[in-house]
């Protein structure tokens, strides 16, 4: 049997996407939530050796937490899509969302912005996987196993309803 070796947040984002954003020129994320600043360190570092523009959007002002001309911080909701359209560029190869996790949220989020992802851009949401959650799972906690449960039937959904598009 293979046991799978836990990882915290900053290897499972250099796992899935950091050598594909590494290969992008002048790439520009808009990401939704700073929180500890782990992804923006990461999609930072990234746009400071490739070029581009990190805009990071925070109800929270983490607005001293880095110091780069590349990077703009937004202290919004992630829904005020009237301040935040007129803040970013109007195509963008990636969309990190990691705030409010639930089903409606990242619904009307995805929504929202979908249309201002390049082609062949990337749409990453966070903390959709509900089996590190279930009982006696090593992170054992019935209301966010359900929560992210019914989050990621939302993510299928959108993608079942648009595979045309995608």
Do not use: C
Not at 52 to 57: A, C, H, Q, T, W
Not at 75 to 81: G, I, L, S, V
């Amino acid at each position: 049997m293979i046991k799978l070796k836990k990882i915290n947040s900053e290897e499972k984002l250099k796992f899935f996407i950091k050598e594909d954003l590494e290969k992008k020129k002048n790439i520009n994320i808009l990401e939704f939530g700073v929180h500890s600043g782990i992804s923006t360190k990461l999609f930072l570092n990234i746009v400071k050796k490739n070029g581009g523009k990190l805009i990071s959007v925070d109800t929270a002002n983490y607005s001293k937490s880095f110091k780069s001309k590349q990077w703009k911080f937004i202290n919004t909701r992630d829904d005020n899509y009237s301040l935040i359209s007129t803040k970013i560029p109007k195509k963008l190869d990636l969309i990190y969302l990691d705030t409010q996790h639930n089903a409606n949220h990242i619904k009307k989020i995805f929504y929202q912005y979908i249309n201002q992802l390049k082609t062949g851009g990337i749409f990453l949401i966070d903390d959709i996987f509900w089996l590190p959650y279930i009982r006696k799972g090593y992170r054992d906690n019935f209301h966010i196993e359900i929560n992210n449960r019914e989050s990621f039937e939302a993510v299928m959904e959108i993608y079942n309803s648009n595979q045309n598009n995608f």
